[in-house]
């Protein structure tokens, strides 16, 4: 077919992911830690009929919010504004990007010190700043380890989770001067605390994300352990936070329940050690805080997902990766192979929209169906059937109404039509079934050897000597 | 058109779902609703605490002060931060302890950073109120305890009253009137910071305070 093909990012995903397969080090990591993860996941959920009524809450909090989206977004922003903070809206990443760029060239940052925020990975932040000679520093400690290893998180929740201890303490070892090589695991957070320390106290800038942003009180709020996203949104003179538009509800007593569902999805802990809710600047009298909020609003894609009644359950995601903890690609692949910000199922799902389903309908095809993601969502988003519906997206004819996504029909090609158009005319006719099953099975031994990817590691399929149809008349006495 | 423009415009254009109805979060906390006293809230926010690191300790709204010098001793605090102008920083003064400095946040923090980072030992925070169901203190840093004071520190104490202790987040946020005005900075603290960043191991003191001590404030006479 075109070029375009050529490049595709669906033959790297098929050897990374092929590579991660044969790697048996990486096969047990990734298996070990996602027994952890899911046993913690279920030891918070021991009755059953609380988990179901909180996810139907939760679900339901998530599809109201969205409802009323475009309106909740003018509150947020009207709200947010009266109390000092300043609300940028971006459409695309480079937009993002120039917002922070201008706000931290204006006072003349040089230094960004970052909170988890898997935005600010979507829109490649730390890239444009060094473009523009500012230093931007992670401060999460699985998001430092991958920043010194020169990678990028392999899950949204545990960025370094696909690395052993003795991989870090090799890097920690190798990359920070006068540190000694240590394999105990305190150790090495004791030195990523030092280190880190003082960047804090040092940075112009902090960035962090948002889990939630409630319209009626103008409150962004920050779920985290480690202390590092108060040390961002609290120390540094200017703090910028960055979130998608679909992250705001509408009331604060929409936050409990999310939080709750949040902290025990993904980590299995009842309660996060910080639950931060930022309302505002430093106001006069305040001896600390920073003097400036800002908040960036990203749509990159949304609003397509949004337009469709379907994908929109999209958006209702919280982001706590149990979907990946549980997904049985995932937890041989890993993050990595995906090549795409946000991994696992979550990630089939959203990336289409961020960046096209041309370069991501791959994602989609590597599922087994299984439905373990759609089961454990605290948010109840269908994954399974919006996977299936990209699929049916990703080999629509493009300029007709199957098709409605950019890159919608990517995976359409000439050869795979041809098959289907005969494959329905056969099955749609009786006569013309039952006279190319009679030549299916008389012709049986002329079957390929060669079936392309079925044949890599099966045997090669053949029809019955009998058809069904045989079979019965056989059976009459 | 601006961003904001296009960015609503495109939200709008969408077909309109099926409009849910606002989701019934009150009803389903008050079905959920335990029939518990203030002591059973205070042993499930004990419990919540203990299980990740915290060291709780029962005392009283007068005896606290001598117990936190004790404790401080026995650590070998050697300064402790205290907030401007508060009751129980006054109350602690009052001791005229002899082997622990006492400081005091009065100044905003861009003149005296560096010796908050590197010399302060301990801080000392009164919580508005907690949370039995998930272990958590509920602070609401303001000038007189600033932001910095529950983060910086390697040790924070955090005093409690008992009476304050809400059944859940939803309670509190509902009996506190949250909705009707929140500070720049409302907080939920459960345990020192922590991290399981590395290879899933839990270690603790990450990048806020290593320790976490809560004296818990019952009544004169009461369970302490």
Known sequence: MSPVIKIHPMEDFKARSRAVLNDAGQQRNFRGAMDFLQAKRRAQFPDREELEGLRDLGAAIRRYSLAHLPRLLEQLEANLTAKGVQVHWAQTPDEANAIALAIAQRVKARSVIKGKSMVSEEVEFNHAMQAAGIEAIESDMGEYIVQLAGEKPSHIIMPAIHKTKQDIARLFAKELPGVAYTEDVDALIQIGRRVLRHKFAEADIGLSGVNFAVAETGTLCLVENEGNGRMCTTVPRVHIAITGIEKVVEKLEHVPPLFSLLSRSATGQAVTTYFNLISGPRKPGEKDGPEEVHLILLDNGRTQAYADEELRATLQCIRCGACMNHCPVYARIGGHAYGTTYPGPIGAIISPHLLGLESTYPLAFASTLCGACGEVCPVRIPIPEILVRLRNEAQARPDTEEANLRGSGAARSVSGTAVWSVWAQVYGRLGLYRLASWFMSRGRALSPTEQGAWTRSRTPLVPAAKRLRDLLKDRKP | ?224
């Open chain 2, 1 to 224: 058109m601006s961003a904001r423009d296009v960015i609503l415009a495109r939200l709008r254009a969408a077909p309109p779902a099926t409009l849910p109805a606002l989701p019934g979060v009150a009803a389903w906390f008050d079905a959920h609703q335990r029939n518990e006293d203030n002591a059973q809230r205070t042993s499930r926010l004990r419990s919540a605490l203990e299980a990740v690191k915290t060291e709780v300790h029962d005392t009283t709204a007068d005896a606290w002060p001598d117990l936190l010098l004790q404790i401080a001793a026995a650590k070998g605090l050697r300064n402790l931060l205290l907030g401007s102008d508060t009751p129980h920083g006054a109350l602690l003064q009052a001791r005229q302890a002899l082997n622990l400095q006492l400081l005091y946040y009065a100044k905003s923090i861009d003149s005296w950073r560096d010796v908050l980072f590197d010399e302060v030992d301990a801080s000392l925070t009164l919580a508005r109120s907690a949370i039995a169901e998930t272990g958590s203190l509920i602070l609401w840093p303001d000038a007189s305890e600033p932001r910095l004071m529950s983060l910086v520190p390697a040790l924070h104490f955090v005093l409690l009253d008992v009476s304050t202790i809400h059944a859940d987040l939803h309670s509190a946020m509902r009996d506190e009137g949250w909705s009707a005005g929140l500070p720049t900075n409302a907080l939920l603290v459960c345990g020192p910071s922590k991290t399981a960043d590395i290879q899933q191991t839990l270690a603790y003191g990450a990048h806020g305070p290593r320790e976490l001590v809560v004296l818990l404030c019952h009544p004169q006479g009461g369970a302490a």
